[in-house]
């Protein structure tokens, strides 16, 4: 199995971990940053959303019968679920910019290679690299 880390023998002990150029972290932080700005950008939209639609909902609930009411409310928690979603996954991005200033972001959990900087800007959360990834989804 061919891995482009293949010229480095790291990951068998956790002192010998590869390292990271600057260049390369700096990438991801960017890639982090950017990620975390679009995800702030979103909740705040989504937010606005909300409160409108739900004015639109209050303004317009004369007429309601209980069904109305009812898909209303699980409309609002639908929409405030979503909300909290994107909420999670930009605290989520936070986390991953810690780490990375502490150094312990991203590095495969299972053979302790780096994770390509592409795959981290695409999945902020990633923990395991394509290769580690593709084993365990096989299992
Ligand atoms: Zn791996």
């Known amino acids: 199995m061919a891995k482009p880390a293949d010229t480095r023998t790291a990951g068998r002990k956790p002192v010998a971990k590869a390292t990271r150029s600057a260049a390369e972290t700096e990438k991801i932080r960017a ?4 990620r975390r700005d679009e995800l702030r950008a979103e909740y705040d939209r989504t ?3 909300i409160t409108e639609l739900q004015r639109d909902r209050l303004t317009d609930s004369a007429g309601d019968d209980q069904a109305d009411t009812g898909t209303k409310t699980f409309e609002r928690e639908q929409e405030i679920s979503l909300a909290n979603s994107i909420l999670e996954r930009s605290t989520q991005v936070e986390r991953a910019l810690e780490r990375l200033d502490e150094g312990g972001y991203g590095w495969c959990e299972r053979c302790g290679n780096p994770i390509p900087v592409e795959r981290l ?7 395991l690299c394509v290769t580690c ?3 365990e989804e096989r299992r």
Do not use: N, R
């Open 31 to 34: 890639a982090l940053a950017a």
């Open 47 to 49: 937010l606005s959303e």
């Open 121 to 127: 800007a695409a999945f902020p959360s990633a923990t």
């Open 133 to 135: 990834k593709q084993l």
